[in-house]
């Protein structure tokens, strides 16, 4: 049985690399998109998983428009790093689809309360939605089945400030509604994304296929391995969010270890700065279970091997 995956996403490049690799993989079944500002104002990522689902023709697949802004924190979008549209060079046909009117949180609480210990949380931008949601229906954090969050640097460095990964920086508030709300999180930081490189070679082994797919795939990677290239001297992009995607189905990607984890919400330099109590000194349960080692090629194997049999099926 296929697992129910809802994405909460702000589509971004390697978000919707995520959700390709969602369409590509029978394991998964893709219940329905939130969208959250992040990489892009909410309008413009809806804009972009609609789009995106049309080019993979899931344009059946529910998207549900989410928060515009963090709780607290005024909007930082990341035009540098996804570009003005949050899709690099990719240009992508208006789509067709229009977004539910219900709201992202809104589907959020009303998937998992009716569907109780059988949804998937996938949040792959700023967890503004979720921990909105919380705080309307408290009673999801026991009804989720699992929430899988990409956000947070442990024992790396931050990708948008010395210390703060994007996503937590973005609105490290929700971050902390979320950590401490008892939800079954597993963590997907930058210590384990950032060895896992999508590289020149891996594009062009998608670009053997003549496809929409690999076609927008390497328009927006171009971008993003630019941005890479530019700002830190990497050598290819950091492909986070289908990383973070592939450990729902595939966790032997991935060594784990189970932490007390805290994001910083004090007005300072570490704004946003996630950090583990390693040593335990407070004597608290663990809040998480966090991916601290990886395979890199096995995930990047799993990656490209599911994009090529999608972009085959839809050339
Ligand atoms: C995270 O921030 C965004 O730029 C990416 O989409 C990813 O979710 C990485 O820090
Ligand atoms: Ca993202």
Redesign the pocket.
Known sequence: MPKHIILDS?P?I??SLAILLALASPEIALDGISTIH??ASTAQVTRNALAILELAKAGDIPVYKGCDLPLVKESLL?PE??GNSGLGYAKLSEPQSRPQIKHGCDFLIESILSSPNEITLVA??PLTNVAMAIRKEPRIVEKVKEVFI?GGAIQHAG?TTALA???TFVDPHSAHIVFHSGMPITLTP?DVTYQCIFLKADLDRLLRIDSPITKFIADATRFYMEFHDEYQKIDGCVI??PMTLALTFMPEICDYQELVVDVDISTGVGLGNTFADFYNYEKKAPNMKVAMGVRPRMFMELFLERIEKLAESLS
Do not use: A, R, Y
């Open positions: 702000d971004g390697d978000d992040g990489n990341s790093t996804h792959i931008g990409m990708n990964e994007f996503n930058l986070n969010d």
